[in-house]
Nanobody, 115 residues
Framework: QVQLVESGGGLVQPGGSLRLSCTAS????????MGWYRQAPGKARESVAT???????NYRDSVKGRFTISRDSAGKTVYLQMNSLKPEDTAVYYC?????????WGQGTQVTVSS
């Protein structure tokens, strides 16, 4: 079983920065990819960024050049560095880890961008 623990959400002004962290623990499944998703009020959950064990990374078009995803050398911790934040980035951000056909989710952390 895999458990995901997230941290780093909060309130920032437009143009500010936040760094989200998520650490996976457990031994019953291997992890092939970790990523971040977000869901704003009244909208569907959407992918933000993903990082595969192969080194391949994907970003949503609206965050390219502003957000950076990274993982530690063990592949069990994933980060999301968010710069130049905009009000439209406001959402609950969820950490995800997947492997062997099974997907795991964190509890979600609120990110609010407002002046």
């Amino acid at each position: 079983q895999v458990q995901l623990v997230e941290s780093g959400g909060g309130l920032v002004q437009p143009g500010g920065s936040l760094r989200l962290s998520c650490t996976a623990s457990g031994t019953l499944a291997s992890i092939n990819v970790m990523g971040w998703y977000r869901q704003a009020p009244g909208k569907a959950r959407e992918s933000v960024a993903t990082a595969y064990n192969t080194g391949v990374q994907n970003y949503r078009d609206s965050v390219k050049g502003r957000f950076t995803i990274s993982r530690d050398s063990a592949g069990k911790t994933v980060y999301l560095q968010m710069n130049s934040l905009k009000p439209e980035d406001t959402a609950v951000y969820y950490c995800n880890a997947a492997g062997r056909g099974i997907s795991y989710w964190g509890q979600g952390t609120q990110v609010t961008v407002s002046s």
